[in-house]
């Protein structure tokens, strides 16, 4: 048999929603959102942990977090999370066959179910801008 | 007029195609070339890759039959999409340039020839046929499997799928797994679990809802979208998800294959139909 190039897309075609519709970058965003959250996450305990060594080693700990960038960075986590959130519920939804519509038979042009699933991305992302609007206030005025 | 001047006067405008050429016997590696193809009205991009074959490079390899989107042979990576040649005219992709490169997620064969070889693979997986307790039955049969018209419709729309595997270089989940099973496959995996003249769920479920079947799939929707048949991959796997869920918790639906009706005997014709004209041709009992 004569050599098969390689032309697995990999990380790209994984990350790259190119020409493709609003779910794929969906997709992706989702992803990268939860890969954010877990790194919070693990940032988390490790810097709550610091606790264990006394209440100078804490109080250091807090004055080294405290930079804009950090604040910046836990506002990042804030917009992830309302994302992740509020698309994950509707991928719950999704993934128990609600709101894609039934099968038929296909008739052009076709409807498809990410097409007719639209209008419910929509909602749902608007849903998300709210929420990630109210985070923000949350964070930058009342939190203060 | 000669017929070469017919076809000048026709001429809409002047396409550059870029073409992927690999050639595995060659030392090139991977390059795009150029090719400046004339357009005339309803020409489609497979009709563009003939023009180049015949006129400029005889060499340049692609796969193809029917050219009336039925076949499922000419998948390409056409400006950024997989895309059937045969089914996309050059002029409605609005482009004085077209980018075709073969179907990523499959290995190259030659040019813009993938090996589907893993595709078919994972489909045969999948046992896409109808599996009966009674093969006697099946192998000799006596009557027709029941099958009401709504029972019909729940999978229809899966069985147009003509297995061009536009859908596995669309999907992303694909692009970084090997071992994922894909849109197709699972597609037709549901296709046949959702058929209720079927028996072999219990062997088709141990494919579909493994660790590499369809809860690998996170509803990118781009199998879908795709498509050239409206067949609705992402549809068929998240209701496939859904039958494993209720199935997790001892509730999906349970049943055996629809019953044998035996051909109708007693029946009278209705008077206003013609009897068949007779054969032309001698049967082979007669």
Redesign the interface.
């Known amino acids: 048999m004569?050599?098969?190039?390689?032309?697995?897309?990999?990380?790209?075609?994984?990350?790259g929603g190119?020409?493709?519709?609003l779910?794929?970058y969906?997709?992706?965003l989702?992803?990268l959102t939860g890969l954010g959250i877990l790194a919070y996450f693990i940032m988390h305990i490790f810097v709550t942990g610091q606790r264990v060594g006394g209440p100078e080693n804490w109080d250091s700990t807090m004055a080294a977090f405290g930079s804009p960038l950090f604040k910046v960075g836990e506002f990042l986590v804030v917009l992830a999370f309302a994302f992740h959130a509020i698309n994950g519920i509707r991928?719950i939804l999704?993934?128990?066959?609600w709101l894609?519509?039934k099968?038929?038979?296909?008739?052009?042009p076709?409807?498809?179910?990410?097409?007719r699933?639209k209008p419910v991305f929509i909602i749902f992302m608007v849903f998300a801008a709210a929420l990630m609007i109210i985070g923000g206030v949350d964070f930058y005025f009342v939190m203060k | 007029m000669n017929k070469s001047e017919t076809r000048d006067k026709a001429i809409l405008k002047t396409v550059k195609f870029e073409v992927l050429r690999?050639n595995?016997?060659g030392n090139e590696s991977?390059h795009l070339e150029n090719y400046s193809v004339p357009v005339t009205k309803g020409m489609t991009v497979l009709d563009g890759l003939n023009w180049i074959k015949e006129h400029l490079d005889s060499t340049l390899s692609w796969r193809s039959s029917c050219r009336m989107g039925i076949c499922g042979s000419c998948g390409m990576f056409i400006?950024?999409?997989p895309r059937l040649a045969c089914n996309n005219q050059i002029v409605h992709l609005h482009s004085d340039r077209v980018v075709i490169k073969?179907?990523?997620?499959?290995?190259?064969?030659r040019d813009l020839v993938?090996?589907l070889e893993g595709l078919f693979e994972k489909h045969r997986s999948v046992k896409p046929h109808l599996i009966r307790k009674d093969t006697a039955e099946q192998d000799s049969p006596t009557g027709e499997f029941f099958q009401s018209e709504q029972e019909l419709?729940?999978?229809?729309?899966?069985a147009?799928c003509i297995k061009c595997g536009l859908c596995m270089a669309?999907c992303?989940?694909?692009?970084?797994s090997?071992e994922y099973i894909g849109p197709q496959p699972l597609t037709a995996g549901w296709r046949y679990l959702s058929d209720t003249r079927d028996e072999g769920a219990e062997q088709r479920q141990d494919v579909l809802y493994s660790s590499h079947g369809v809860y690998r799939c996170?509803?990118?929707?781009?199998c879908?979208?795709v498509?050239p048949?409206?067949?609705?991959p992402?549809?068929?796997i998240?209701?496939a998800?859904?039958d494993a869920?209720m199935k997790g918790f001892g509730r999906g639906k349970k049943r055996s294959g629809s019953s044998v009706i035996p051909p109708i005997q007693d029946w009278t014709p209705r008077g206003d139909i013609p009897d068949a004209p007779a054969k032309t041709v001698p049967q082979k009992s007669e």
């Open positions: 004569q050599q098969r190039l390689k032309n697995r897309l990999g990380l790209w075609g994984w990350l190119g020409r493709y519709g779910d794929r969906a997709y992706s989702h992803r991928l999704v993934e128990l066959g894609i519509g099968p038929g038979v296909p008739s052009f076709y409807s498809y179910s990410t097409l699933h | 690999y595995p016997a991977p400006n950024g999409l073969p179907l990523p997620n499959y290995d190259i064969i993938p090996d419709l729940n999978y229809i729309q899966f147009y669309a992303p989940t694909v692009a970084t090997e996170h509803f990118a929707g781009a879908s979208q498509c048949k409206g067949v609705d992402a549809l068929a998240q209701m998800k859904r869920f």
